[in-house]
């Protein structure tokens, strides 16, 4: 599983998809937060809380994720070593808990970036006191 793993990790951070990922996440979210103007913009609502983040992120997640993990599945049988990993001497669960965890490691890489929204977020409301 830990073969498995590493080896899914190494694949996708040495291409473009899991760059292109977490700036997909930290856009949409990003926009969205701060320069759409709507119920969920930060400053157009002069309210210093994260909860429109945790409304946005889980729907944009729901997409990411998926996408990501159908490409670690597609990336097998494009390079034609379903085969070879499935005559292995490894379990399937192994495969698929490997391919998961992979999966759940590029998400939170994906979410790490928007530590930065707490830091601005406590910086504005803290101003706010003054």
């Known amino acids: 599983m830990l073969a498995i793993y590493t080896k899914e990790i190494k694949m996708i951070f040495n291409t473009m998809e899991a760059y292109i990922a977490i700036s997909v996440f930290f856009i949409i979210n990003s926009m969205v937060l ?3 103007p709507s119920e969920y913009n930060i400053l157009y609502n002069n309210q210093a809380s994260l909860l429109p983040f ?3 992120s889980p729907w ?4 990411l ?3 990501i993990t159908m490409k670690m599945i597609n990336y097998e049988i494009t390079q034609k070593t379903s085969l070879i990993l499935f005559t292995k001497p490894i379990n399937i669960w ?3 808990t490997g391919k998961f ?3 759940i490691t590029i998400g939170f890489a994906a979410i790490m970036p928007s530590l930065l929204f707490v830091y601005t977020i406590h910086q504005i409301g803290s101003q706010s006191e003054i």
Do not use: C, N
């Open 34 to 36: 701060w320069y759409i």
């Open 65 to 67: 994720i998926p996408a």
């Open 101 to 103: 965890f992979a999966s």
């Open 94 to 96: 192994e495969v698929i």
């Open 54 to 56: 945790f409304t946005i």
């Open 60 to 63: 944009v997640l729901l997409v």
